[in-house]
């Protein structure tokens, strides 16, 4: 085999024609980026000059990671401080059924939980923020993680009342970390507190109507008469929905209390 030199090697064929400029920056090279550049004169000289990235040290970018890791991290930490702390709504039973002896009562997130399925199956809400409902519900009584729940019974103001539970409010969203999930619970809580849209009006229709379904329960469960949890809620009710779903309730309940009479 004739050894040839690398000039000879890399010379195009003598019955091909040579390629100008335009056609060789069309030629594809997998995983390679040349920029061509022809000589001006009639030599057939080709430079290829490989394009590369700017080299970097990397302390800059391993910082910048470094703090990403350490803030999603503190983050996952508080979520799961907050969280701890709200497991309080699971374990605290509702004083109002308390004080009128019922064994087993329900707890502060059963009684939300419940008005947050009645904000999803509610039926037409035109004009009103389903999403923002069942939100609503579910932390209008989020403070009572700290403060527990304090009912009429216990004798206190309600501009009290709702300082302490703004104060308790307050500190578990720092435990949250702040940021706009908190911003978020204090609007929602704020809103439904003020009773400040349509929004609010429906789920503290839903809060009432939740209470008396639960004494409808508790008074066949327990061959009880609650009396006083239907009349507190008697004409205070603000929307159609809240008024005709208390009608639906009331009426169940003559007509229990009229069967255990027989």
């Not at 400029?21 to 009639?42: D, G, Y």
């Not at 000289?45 to 890791?69: F, L, Y």
């Not at 399925?117 to 004009?127: E, Y």
Request: glycine share 6%; charged share 25%; with cysteine.
């Amino acid at each position: 085999m004739a050894v040839t030199s690398p000039a000879t090697r890399f010379a195009p064929p003598l019955n091909r024609p040579f390629h100008h400029r335009s056609t060789l920056a069309s030629l594809q090279f997998p995983s390679r980026n040349f920029l061509f550049l022809r000589n001006p004169t009639p030599s057939s000289t080709i430079v290829a000059v490989r394009c590369q990235k700017p080299v970097s040290d990397g302390i800059g970018s391993s910082v910048e990671s470094m703090n990403h890791v350490s803030s999603a991290a503190s983050s996952i930490s508080s979520s799961i401080d907050f969280l701890t702390l709200c497991h309080r709504l699971k374990t605290t039973k509702r004083k109002g059924w308390i004080n009128q002896g019922i064994n087993g009562p329900e707890s502060i997130a059963d009684h939300m939980y419940r008005m947050a399925i009645m904000a999803l199956i509610a039926g037409d809400l035109t004009g009103l923020d389903r999403e923002r409902c069942i939100k609503m519900a579910i932390v209008h009584d989020i403070a009572e993680a700290i403060v527990g729940d304090i009912t009429p019974s216990d004798g206190v103001p309600k501009e009290e009342k709702s300082r302490r539970e703004k104060a308790a409010l307050k500190e578990m969203c720092e435990v949250l970390g702040g940021g706009l999930r908190a911003e978020e619970i204090t609007e929602l809580w704020l809103e439904y507190e003020n009773n400040a849209s349509l929004e609010a009006n429906l789920v503290k229709d839903f809060d009432k109507v939740e209470m008396i379904l639960q004494a409808l329960e508790y008074e066949a469960e327990h061959g009880k008469v609650l009396d006083e949890f239907f009349i507190s809620t008697a004409g205070k009710f603000q929307t159609e929905i809240g008024k005709s779903w208390a009608a639906e309730i009331n009426a169940r309940r003559k007509s229990q209390l009229t069967n255990r009479q027989r």
